[in-house]
């Protein structure tokens, strides 16, 4: 079973910057793209950003484009996530994503990190 393991999460000031991480273990797989959603309180899960490998395509909500940056080494199954100029509203649960396949859902989440950004 492919476990996906984020760290990096943590409080930070409105301005501030973090950086997530997240990396596979456990049986070996080839993601066809790795991504990264979040989930604020009472609200639903939403997608973040993500890259598919094959060219290095990346992918950005309007609301983190030009802020956060998804970066990432295919061969290792690890994904970053650079968020700059953060704002109270990215607070929330990050999760890291990966799928097998160019369609559907992901086949394996991470457990969560938790995002504060405080005002």
């Known amino acids: 079973q492919v476990q996906l393991v984020e760290s990096g999460g943590g409080l930070v000031q409105a301005g501030g910057s973090l950086r997530l991480s997240c990396a596979a273990s456990?049986?070996?797989?080839?993601?066809?793209?790795m991504g990264w959603f979040r989930q604020a309180p009472g609200n639903e899960r939403e997608f973040v950003a993500a890259?598919?490998?094959?060219?290095?395509?990346?992918y950005y909500a309007d609301s983190v484009k030009g802020r956060f940056t998804i970066s990432g080494d295919d061969a290792k199954n690890t994904v970053y996530l650079q968020m700059n100029s953060l704002k109270p509203e990215d607070t929330a649960v990050y999760y890291c994503?990966?799928?097998?396949?160019?369609?559907?859902?992901?086949?394996?989440w991470g457990q969560g990190t938790q995002v504060t950004v405080s005002s």
């Open positions: 890259i598919r490998w094959s060219g290095g395509i990346t």
């Open positions: 456990g049986r070996t797989f080839s993601s066809y793209d």
């Open positions: 994503a990966a799928r097998t396949r160019p369609n559907g859902q992901p086949d394996a």
